[in-house]
Each structure stands twice: as structure tokens, then as C-alpha cells.
């Protein structure tokens, strides 16, 4: 019996490796992107759907099929490609008479759709249309957003947090600072959303700062924000819950003042005054027979200041 | 004139050192929000479209990509660096923007029934060795697995026990004995799976166990019996077999046609019962009937007595005075244990 109520028992060691990358972890791996079309896609959805991929290369499938799916309607086949490819984000083009040029923004949590936006484009340049010099593949790009939308706007809010999901790439320790070469910049004006790509050149300002230049290399949109799904509060909260063993762990009878000065809170035992030791004189000697009334001072722990 | 070069000179380096900055500073009338882990900015300054229409679209939002870009950069320079293979590295700080996570966070994996008793009892693991010395072979052998230590399913030759049967066969008997090992272990597993997804899983039949009580056994002989097609009807039973407990009812139901005798019986009961004026009493019904009426007397009987007896109400009821006071109710009318409501004293 290989599998039990959903619980799958791996038969060789490479499908249990296998199951294992699978699995929920503690800290997460970079998310995943499938990119695929629907029943019928224009040329301009199915460039920028390439171009999107290239952007996010090693993380992400390319469907070369098309897949006649609505995603507003049903997601179960989105669902079950998230499964099989085990990709959270998904990138969803279209074409048709109602809403062209038609772009779905997505992410998964737990194999269900968290959420969706729909982004129309309007103006459309792809990588490919403008002749320089691209960045290497993988590179780890500069997200910028720009244009108070993204602050207040609800809406804009989500899809600023689904773009930083689905662009920023890999989580780092460190970067190499000559390897800052990719800007992406998205602007929120006029009720709409300029995503644009820059090369990022760095020149030299006589201090160590470097200067910037940028050079457009695309590719770049216009979008227009169409239908959205975002996920309930709830759920939302839901997924944003982070696992306890990653929680820093608090630290005890340390505290910081106003101006940042370390104390420490020591505990000792009660000191007994009665043996202390002081000067011995013929007059201060214990006679026989004398009851010694202890003193006994109930101080509560104090705070030493401890160098920092 | 010396002095005067020199402070002409700092004035000079002065405003280049200005110069220098100048062509890194950007001003905005809102900071930014930096987020260095995911290489993040966020500006939140107004763009006034009035601007955007008037320029060139596209040189707009070049030069708006450059300022930000700038900042972001500056920010990320003022990071630790380090030197790696002839390279510059900024270290990054932990990403401080909330995302939500690709899947939840793993669960612990749920106790097994051992592991549940051997924290009850307190029993903790012991670490044994790898290698354990093998006196035949005279050398280190691993404890488990291929080549061990101390084979017993190498033997070549087995003791026949006193009690034993002298023509059973004594390997065959291990080999079974260690399958049955492994099957047991393979069937506590799965009930552990089970037990941690909250699946029922059947517990009928014979499961293996070192003694089977005979309950047990019993009961796996009446499971046994009704596994056929034909639900066990035809399963003849044993001469002094007794029948299964537990079994549970079968229904019964009375013939369609045929016994009118008794048919007869029961519908005249039945319209005699109607016929009659007279209610019919139920014995149960009447004694609740009239307790509860004791009941309302004597709650007014204390209403009236007024706020002084309240003020006992607490530590008891009055226990005598309506225990014993009263004897004017049916003798056989006690109910039987349908309520409960009685009176202390009079149970």
C-alpha cells in the first residue's frame, strides 16, 4: 500500500528526494512561474509573454500550448498546473473582443488561487525591439514603484505586493555591486500602470557612489487595470503567517534606554548581612549567650549597568 | 598672500567636493521607502500628470526611473561590502516587506502510539553503537544490515526445542516468524498514518497480535461467518457455538397475511381504547404532575413568608418542613427514574 488517505509513501530514494523538494519547507525557496496562453492570444500577448519569461528565466515554465481556461471563472486547471509544476505565480495571456491584449497576474497559496489581477495592455515594446545590449540571464533586478496609488489605492496595493512576488527573484544574503544592472520600474499615474525596463549604467561621480545612467531596454508596457480577485483578509492573513521556529527568540534581561545604552538585569541570591565581615575590634566580638537579631534587607534584583 | 591661496584653495576644494555630490543627490519632497533585502523602493511622492503631458512620455519616466534609481543605489551603497574572489559584495539585510508564503508552514509530524507511551512512561532512547564485536569472525561488524554481526539467519544448522514438534521445520518457522514481524510493524505503521489523518480504519477481523483474546477471536469468527455473498445465511455453525454478541437486532416483521386471530385481537383493543370517555391515566405523567404543583405551593408559601427567608435561600433549602410535612400523594406514584426533580429527603 503506497498511498493512505493522502499520505504517499515514496518507494525509491529518488522519488522521496523528490517528494522532499516538493513538501512544504521552513524557509521558502524562490516561487516559480508557469506562463501560459489561452484559447486565443494576439501577437502582442504572446512577445510579452515570452518577454516575461526571459525576465524571470530559470524560475518559470513556458506553456507552449494554448489552455482554454477563464481563470475568473474556474481555476481548478490553474490549480492542478500549479500541482503538477509546482509554481505558486502564474502569468496568464489572452486575446479577445471584449478584453484585449489581455494579461492575468497570479499567485497560489497552498495549491489555491490567492490572487488574480487582469492587466490590459495599451502600449506594448518588446526585448527584442530595441537593439542593445541585454543583462544576463538571472539577474536579480531593482524594483522600483512610483506614484502614490500604490499607497492608498487598494487594489494597487495588491498588485504592487503580486509584482514584487513575482519579479524580485531570489532572496540573497549578498550582491555583487557591480551586478546592479536590471531596473524595473512600474509608475501608477493616471489610472494607469507603466511597467518599464531599464539597463542600469553606473558612471563615475568622483566620490564612491556611482552616478546612474539608464538605458532602456524593454520590455516596457502600458497597462490598464481590468478585473481583480483578491484573496479575503482572512486567507490573506492566513498566508502571510510565518512558522514559529522562524521567529527570532526574544532575549531575556537585556533592555535598552532612550539613548541606547545596554542593561543588563542580574539575579543574585540574597546576601546574609549577619556573616559579613567587617573590621574586627575587641568591642564589636560576639559575646556567648547573645542573640544575634538578623537583619534581613528585602531588596528586589537590581539593574546593572553593563558596558556595551 | 600665502594665507589667502590657502583659503582659496579650501574654497576650491570645498565647492568641488559639493560639485561631486551634487551629481548623486536627489531631491525629494518624500523619502522613499527602501526595503535593501528585495532591492526594493517605493516612492510616494505625487507625480503631477500636468508634467507628464507636458514632456515627452517617455523622458518623463526615464528621468523619474534615474532619480529613484539613484536613491535606491545610494542606499544600497551605504551597505556593508566586502571583498569575495575580486569582487565588491553589499551584504543585504533580511527582505522586511510581508509576502505570503507558497505553501504552509510544515507541520510537525504527528506522535506515533510509541512514541505517545514512551513519553508517558518517560522512556528515552539509547544510543547503541554502529559496530558491535562478532565473536565468530573475530572482528568489528556492523549491528544491522548486510554482513552483521552475530548472524542468526546465517545458521546452519537450528535446535529443536523439547516441546517442539521434531518434524517442523525450524528455519521455515523463522522466516514466517520475522514476515510476521515485518507485516505487524508495516500494519502499526499504517494505523499511525491513520490515526494522524483521523481516518477510521477497520478494526474487525483478526489483527496481528502476539494472543488473541477470546473475545476477540470470537469476534472474528462472526465477522468471518457474515462475509460470504449471501451475508452468512447459509453458514451452518457449530454444535455447541453460541451465538455472537454484539451483534446487533434483526428486525422482525409479522407475516402479511395469515394469524387473524391475533390481528382481530389488537384492532379491538385498539377501538376500545377510543371508544371510551374516560381518559386514559398515565401514571408517570400525573405524579410529575403533582410534584410540580407541591412545587409552586411551596415556592409561594415562602413568597409570602417574605424577604426573610431569602436571605437562607443559599445555604439550603428547607429541608424538613416540606420533606415529611407532606404525605398526601400516591404511594406507588414515584417515578420510576424518569425525572429527577425530587426533593432531597424524599429519595
Same mark, same amino acid.
Given at each position: 500500500?503506497?498511498?493512505?488517505?493522502?499520505?504517499?509513501?515514496?518507494?525509491?530514494?529518488?522519488?522521496?528526494?523528490? $517528494? /522532499?523538494?516538493?513538501?512544504?519547507?521552513?524557509?521558502?525557496?524562490? =516561487?516559480?512561474?508557469?506562463?501560459?496562453?489561452?484559447?486565443?492570444?494576439?501577437?502582442?500577448?504572446?512577445?510579452?509573454?515570452?518577454?516575461?519569461?526571459?525576465?524571470?528565466?530559470?524560475?518559470?515554465?513556458? *506553456?507552449?500550448?494554448?489552455?482554454?481556461?477563464?481563470?475568473?471563472?474556474?481555476?481548478?486547471?490553474?490549480?492542478?498546473?500549479?500541482?503538477?509544476?509546482?509554481?505558486?505565480?502564474?502569468?496568464?495571456?489572452?486575446?479577445?473582443?471584449?478584453?484585449?491584449?489581455?494579461?492575468?497576474?497570479?499567485?497560489?497559496?497552498?495549491?489555491?488561487?490567492?490572487?488574480?489581477?487582469?492587466?490590459?495592455?495599451?502600449?506594448?515594446?518588446?526585448?527584442?525591439?530595441?537593439?542593445?545590449?541585454?543583462?544576463?540571464?538571472?539577474?536579480?533586478?531593482? $524594483?522600483?514603484?512610483?506614484?502614490?496609488?500604490?499607497?492608498?489605492?487598494?487594489?494597487?496595493?495588491? $498588485?504592487?505586493?503580486?509584482?514584487?512576488?513575482?519579479?524580485?527573484?531570489?532572496?540573497?544574503?549578498?550582491?555583487? $555591486?557591480?551586478?546592479?544592472?536590471?531596473?524595473?520600474?512600474?509608475?501608477?499615474?493616471?489610472?494607469?500602470?507603466?511597467?518599464?525596463? *531599464?539597463?542600469?549604467?553606473?558612471?563615475?561621480?568622483?566620490?564612491?557612489?556611482?552616478?546612474?545612467?539608464?538605458? @532602456?531596454?524593454?520590455?516596457?508596457?502600458?497597462?490598464?487595470?481590468?478585473?481583480?480577485?483578491?484573496?479575503?483578509?482572512?486567507?490573506?492573513?492566513?498566508?502571510?503567517?510565518?512558522?514559529?521556529?522562524?521567529?527570532?527568540?526574544?532575549?531575556?534581561?537585556?533592555?535598552?534606554?532612550?539613548?541606547?545604552?545596554?542593561?543588563?538585569?542580574?539575579?543574585?541570591? =540574597?546576601?546574609?548581612?549577619?556573616?559579613?565581615?567587617?573590621?574586627?575590634?575587641?568591642?564589636?566580638?560576639?559575646?556567648?549567650?547573645?542573640?544575634?537579631?538578623?537583619?534581613?534587607?528585602?531588596?528586589?534584583?537590581?539593574?546593572?549597568?553593563?558596558?556595551? | 598672500?600665502? !594665507?589667502?591661496?590657502?583659503?582659496?584653495?579650501?574654497?576650491?576644494?570645498?565647492?568641488? /567636493?559639493? /560639485?561631486?555630490?551634487?551629481?548623486?543627490?536627489?531631491?525629494?519632497?518624500?523619502?522613499?521607502?527602501?526595503?535593501?533585502?528585495?532591492?526594493?523602493?517605493?516612492?510616494?511622492?505625487?507625480?503631477?500628470?500636468?508634467?507628464?503631458?507636458?514632456?515627452?512620455?517617455?523622458?518623463?519616466?526615464?528621468?523619474?526611473?534615474?532619480?529613484?534609481?539613484?536613491?535606491?543605489?545610494?542606499?544600497?551603497?551605504?551597505?556593508?561590502?566586502?571583498?569575495?574572489?575580486?569582487?565588491?559584495?553589499?551584504?543585504?539585510?533580511?527582505?522586511?516587506?510581508?509576502?505570503?508564503?507558497?505553501?504552509?508552514?510544515?507541520?510537525?509530524?504527528?506522535?506515533?502510539?510509541?512514541?505517545?507511551?514512551?513519553?508517558?512512561?518517560?522512556?528515552?532512547?539509547?544510543?547503541?553503537?554502529?559496530?558491535?564485536?562478532?565473536?565468530? !569472525? =573475530?572482528?568489528?561488524?556492523?549491528?544491522?544490515?548486510?554482513?552483521?554481526?552475530?548472524?542468526?539467519?546465517?545458521?546452519?544448522?537450528?535446535?529443536?526445542?523439547?516441546?517442539?514438534?521434531?518434524?517442523?521445520?525450524?528455519?521455515?518457522?523463522?522466516?514466517?516468524?520475522?514476515?510476521?514481524?515485518?507485516?505487524?510493524?508495516?500494519?502499526?505503521?499504517?494505523?499511525?498514518? !491513520?490515526? !494522524?489523518?483521523?481516518?477510521?480504519?477497520?478494526?474487525?477481523?483478526?489483527?496481528?497480535?502476539?494472543?488473541?483474546?477470546?473475545? @476477540?477471536?470470537?469476534?472474528?469468527?462472526?465477522?468471518?461467518?457474515?462475509?460470504?455473498?449471501?451475508?452468512?445465511?447459509?453458514?451452518?455453525?457449530?454444535?455447541?457455538?453460541?451465538?455472537?454478541?454484539?451483534?446487533?437486532?434483526?428486525?422482525?416483521?409479522?407475516?402479511?397475511?395469515?394469524?387473524?386471530?391475533?390481528?382481530?385481537?389488537?384492532?379491538?383493543?385498539?377501538?376500545?381504547?377510543?371508544?371510551?370517555?374516560?381518559?386514559?391515566?398515565?401514571?408517570?405523567?400525573?405524579?410529575?404532575?403533582?410534584?410540580? @404543583?407541591?412545587?409552586? /405551593?411551596?415556592?409561594?408559601?415562602?413568597?409570602?413568608?417574605? =424577604?426573610?427567608?431569602?436571605?437562607?435561600?443559599?445555604?439550603?433549602?428547607?429541608?424538613?418542613?416540606?420533606?415529611?410535612?407532606?404525605?398526601?400523594?400516591?404511594?406507588?406514584?414515584?417515578?420510576?427514574?424518569?425525572?429527577?426533580?425530587?426533593?432531597?429527603?424524599?429519595?
Amino acid at each position: 500500500m503506497t498511498q493512505l488517505g493522502g499520505v504517499i509513501k515514496p518507494k525509491t530514494k529518488r522519488s522521496k528526494r523528490f $517528494l /522532499e523538494s516538493r513538501a512544504p519547507k521552513l524557509t521558502e525557496t524562490e =516561487k516559480s512561474a508557469m506562463i501560459m496562453k489561452g484559447g486565443n492570444t494576439s501577437e502582442t500577448v504572446t512577445r510579452a509573454l515570452k518577454d516575461i519569461y526571459s525576465l524571470k528565466k530559470p524560475n518559470a515554465v513556458l *506553456y507552449k500550448k494554448k489552455n482554454i481556461t477563464r481563470p475568473f471563472e474556474d481555476s481548478t486547471s490553474l490549480e492542478f498546473f500549479s500541482k503538477k509544476t509546482d509554481c505558486s505565480l502564474f502569468l496568464f495571456g489572452s486575446h479577445n473582443k471584449k478584453r484585449p491584449n489581455n494579461l492575468i497576474f497570479g499567485r497560489l497559496f497552498d495549491f489555491h488561487v490567492l490572487d488574480m489581477i487582469e492587466l490590459g495592455i495599451e502600449k506594448y515594446v518588446s526585448l527584442s525591439d530595441i537593439k542593445v545590449s541585454k543583462f544576463p540571464e538571472g539577474t536579480k533586478p531593482m $524594483l522600483i514603484f512610483a506614484g502614490e496609488a500604490f499607497d492608498t489605492d487598494n487594489e494597487h496595493k495588491r $498588485l504592487k505586493s503580486l509584482l514584487i512576488d513575482f519579479f524580485r527573484g531570489p532572496t540573497v544574503s549578498a550582491v555583487r $555591486l557591480a551586478g546592479l544592472e536590471h531596473v524595473l520600474h512600474f509608475t501608477a499615474l493616471d489610472g494607469k500602470i507603466f511597467m518599464r525596463s *531599464y539597463k542600469c549604467l553606473l558612471k563615475k561621480s568622483g566620490c564612491r557612489t556611482p552616478r546612474i545612467e539608464l538605458e @532602456e531596454i524593454g520590455p516596457s508596457f502600458d497597462f490598464v487595470l481590468r478585473r481583480t480577485h483578491l484573496a479575503s483578509d482572512d486567507l490573506y492573513k492566513l498566508a502571510h503567517r510565518q512558522p514559529k521556529a522562524l521567529k527570532p527568540k526574544k532575549k531575556k534581561n537585556i533592555s535598552h534606554d532612550a539613548f541606547g545604552t545596554k542593561f543588563g538585569r542580574v539575579h543574585m541570591q =540574597k546576601q546574609d548581612l549577619s556573616k559579613l565581615q567587617t573590621r574586627k575590634m575587641k568591642g564589636l566580638r560576639k559575646r556567648k549567650g547573645e542573640v544575634v537579631d538578623e537583619e534581613q534587607d528585602a531588596e528586589a534584583p537590581k539593574a546593572a549597568k553593563v558596558e556595551s | 598672500m600665502a !594665507a589667502c591661496s590657502v583659503e582659496e584653495l579650501l574654497a576650491k576644494a570645498e565647492q568641488e /567636493e559639493a /560639485e561631486k555630490l551634487k551629481s548623486i543627490t536627489v531631491l525629494k519632497e518624500l523619502e522613499l521607502d527602501f526595503d535593501i533585502g528585495n532591492l526594493l523602493a517605493c516612492d510616494k511622492n505625487r507625480i503631477e500628470s500636468r508634467d507628464f503631458r507636458e514632456q515627452k512620455k517617455e523622458d518623463f519616466l526615464r528621468s523619474l526611473a534615474r532619480d529613484n534609481t539613484q536613491l535606491l543605489i545610494n542606499e544600497i551603497w551605504k551597505q556593508p561590502t566586502e571583498r569575495v574572489e575580486e569582487a565588491i559584495v553589499a551584504k543585504l539585510p533580511e527582505p522586511t516587506i510581508p509576502l505570503p508564503r507558497e505553501k504552509p508552514p510544515p507541520k510537525p509530524r504527528p506522535p506515533t502510539r510509541w512514541e505517545q507511551f514512551a513519553k508517558l512512561k518517560g522512556i528515552q532512547k539509547k544510543k547503541k553503537t554502529n559496530l558491535v564485536w562478532d565473536e565468530t !569472525a =573475530k572482528e568489528w561488524r556492523r549491528r544491522w544490515g548486510y554482513k552483521r554481526a552475530n548472524d542468526n539467519t546465517k545458521d546452519w544448522m537450528a535446535e529443536v526445542p523439547e516441546t517442539a514438534d521434531p518434524n517442523e521445520d525450524q528455519f521455515a518457522k523463522r522466516i514466517k516468524a520475522k514476515k510476521e514481524r515485518v507485516a505487524k510493524n508495516e500494519f502499526n505503521r499504517l494505523k499511525n498514518i !491513520a490515526r !494522524a489523518q483521523k481516518v477510521k480504519v477497520p478494526g474487525v477481523g483478526l489483527t496481528p497480535k502476539t494472543k488473541q483474546s477470546k473475545d @476477540e477471536l470470537g469476534r472474528a469468527v462472526s465477522v468471518a461467518k457474515t462475509s460470504t455473498a449471501s451475508m452468512g445465511r447459509f453458514q451452518d455453525s457449530l454444535p455447541k457455538e453460541k451465538r455472537a454478541k454484539n451483534t446487533g437486532k434483526k428486525r422482525k416483521f409479522e407475516p402479511l397475511i395469515g394469524d387473524f386471530s391475533n390481528e382481530r385481537q389488537k384492532q379491538l383493543e385498539l377501538l376500545k381504547v377510543m371508544d371510551s370517555k374516560k381518559p386514559k391515566l398515565d401514571i408517570t405523567k400525573a405524579v410529575n404532575k403533582q410534584m410540580r @404543583e407541591d412545587d409552586r /405551593e411551596e415556592a409561594a408559601a415562602r413568597h409570602k413568608k417574605g =424577604k426573610k427567608g431569602r436571605q437562607g435561600n443559599m445555604s439550603g433549602k428547607p429541608r424538613g418542613k416540606g420533606g415529611k410535612g407532606k404525605g398526601g400523594r400516591p404511594a406507588g406514584g414515584r417515578p420510576g427514574g424518569g425525572k429527577k426533580k425530587g426533593k432531597p429527603g424524599k429519595h
